[in-house]
């Protein structure tokens, strides 16, 4: 009988966190410890199934339950003070020494393709050069060579996934879930018709891509996969893959085309994972966009009951 992997998911109650507990919890090759600033409250949104959920602090100290286990970084700061990003990263750098400490077997650190250029007009591969143009490609590299520094130190194996920009249902600051709101609630919208292509990425395939790194042997890892799906998306095309879907159960309201002159290219490749896991992305934009909608209708039948 094979033993079941532990994994330790910090940041649990994030979009991504929830993401990876929700595949996970029901999959009994997996023993989970979800950490939170609000584990109460996750357990009972969740359920308990094979997750435990204790306090983000419980790294703290004397943390034997991080021994043996692959930890998945999921914790950073977004869209706080300078204060509050300043306490994100010395958390981060906590777990990293705790993981360390108590003899974690790896870490997957989640990281960003905003380390590269945003300028940049071609699809960012690992050789891709960095270029951090803003405080949260800072921090993003910064947590990254924490982790280097720290876990290679102690020979503890890790790596770095570099997302694309995340979609899903309930992400509500990307533009695919603005323009699905706004459609549905027959507001004007205003579509740049321009060349810039926008990397995004399923949530759904962005915990497999995790999962597919976890379980490979953490001696097989490189220290950084670029984790898309190979493809940029255009505002126009993401504006109409929402409008065709609505179109056949509403009156969608035309748009105000306005015309623009940027090119440049946010998406990130795939292939170093697939050579080293097999990952492929699965998760087309028009399904994405369709499990937005029902999400967003599903909200509205909610309200009104």
């Not at 990281?111 to 050789?127: G, H, I, K, P």
């Not at 579509?191 to 995004?200: A, P």
């Amino acid at each position: 009988m094979n033993r079941s992997k532990r994994i330790v998911i910090t940041g649990a109650s994030g979009f991504l966190g929830r993401h990876l507990i929700e595949r996970m919890k029901n999959d009994d090759s997996y023993e989970l410890v979800a950490l939170s600033s609000r584990p109460d409250e996750l357990k009972k949104s969740i359920g308990e199934a094979n997750a435990e959920y204790l306090h983000k602090d419980a790294i703290a100290g004397k943390a034997e339950f991080l021994r043996g286990t692959v930890v998945i970084n999921c914790a950073y700061p977004r869209n706080t003070t300078g204060m509050e990003i300043a306490d994100g990263l010395r958390y981060i750098k906590g777990v990293f020494e705790a993981a360390a400490k108590n003899g974690a077997s790896a870490v997957i650190n989640i990281s960003s393709q905003s380390v590269y250029s945003q300028l940049r007009t071609d699809v960012a591969t690992e050789e891709t050069p960095l270029c951090l143009e803003s405080p949260y490609a800072i921090g993003k590299y910064s947590v990254e060579l924490m982790l280097e520094s720290i876990c290679g130190a102690a020979d503890v194996r890790f790596t770095n996934l570099r997302m694309a920009s995340l979609i899903g249902p309930g992400f509500d600051q990307r533009i695919v879930n603005r323009f699905a709101k706004r459609i549905i609630a027959g507001e004007a919208v205003t579509v740049m018709r321009q060349q810039k292509t926008m990397g995004f990425l399923d949530v759904e395939d962005a915990v497999s891509a995790i999962l597919a790194v976890a379980d490979k042997p953490a001696e097989t890892w490189k220290p950084v996969y670029n984790v898309g799906n190979g493809r940029g998306y255009t505002v126009e095309e993401i504006y109409e893959t929402a409008a065709q879907l609505l179109k056949d159960r509403m009156t969608v309201n035309d748009p105000v085309y306005e015309n623009g002159n940027d090119s440049s290219c946010t998406a990130v490749s795939y292939d170093l994972l697939n050579a080293d896991t097999g990952f492929v992305p699965a998760v087309d934009l028009k399904t994405s966009v369709e499990r937005i909608i029902r999400q967003i209708q599903m909200n509205a039948e909610g309200h009104r009951l």
